[in-house]
């Protein structure tokens, strides 16, 4: 381990105790639980998402407590994941400080770019669970999802307007990642929206014919 990583954990370490809740601590163990079986071939970019992931699905279980002890609101996890990552990032340097050097270690490293992807056609459905998943049908007929996980680019407001999207023809731009699934407990192939447009009306007219 190097040095400025151990001085670094200790601190840090040291400004928690007492801190922390039964439940906080149970939240790191399941994340470092998933954390750990996140493939180490992955990239960097996509180890932060997955161990994002994990946070998220683990801590959403306590979201009434996290919300009364530290006001993280999952209603507004988008703005405030941020907030709970430090939470049980600390937590998570006692229950798997090997975990926290290697989130240390891939964010000093040089991130490689992801290759991104596009496609076009109309939205078909949207789903709500733990995320929003957009249905899109393309121009062969085939209906793939695709999953809003981070920051969109857009020309639509899609904080307040995604529910309007149903019925139109877009352009999405995305990535593909393995992210954990905790309901299957194994990880899976995800389409990640990087950017989502609205079609001009020639191109509305080909894809509204499906």
């Not at 071939?41 to 801590?59: E, K, P």
């Not at 998570?92 to 926290?100: V, W």
């Not at 209906?143 to 999405?172: N, R």
């Not at 989502?196 to 499906?210: A, N, P, V, Y």
């Amino acid at each position: 381990m190097e040095k400025k990583h151990l001085l670094i954990l200790v601190l840090i370490t040291i400004g928690f105790k007492g801190f922390s809740q039964d439940y906080v601590k149970k939240i790191a163990n399941k994340t470092c639980e998933c954390a750990n079986k996140i493939p180490d071939s992955v990239s960097n970019d996509t180890y932060n998402m997955q161990l994002g992931v994990c946070m998220i699905a683990s801590a959403k279980p306590y979201k009434k407590k996290l919300k009364k002890d530290f006001d993280i609101d999952f209603n507004h996890i988008d703005t405030q994941a941020e907030q709970l990552g430090e939470l049980i990032g600390m937590q998570m340097i006692g229950s798997c400080p090997n975990t926290m050097i290697e989130i240390a270690r891939r964010n000093e490293e040089p991130q490689i770019e992801e290759v991104s992807l596009n496609i076009q056609g109309k939205i078909v459905n949207i789903e709500e669970n733990q995320f929003v998943f957009f249905l899109l049908k393309d121009g062969t007929g085939k209906t793939k999802k695709f999953i809003w996980l981070s920051y969109i680019e857009s020309d639509i407001d899609l904080f307040t307007d995604y529910k309007e999207m149903k019925s139109k023809a877009v352009s999405i731009t995305y990535k593909k990642q393995e992210l954990y699934d905790p309901r299957i407990g194994e990880y899976r192939n995800y389409n990640i929206i990087i950017s989502i447009e609205k079609l001009r009306s020639s191109t509305r007219s080909t894809i509204g014919m499906l």
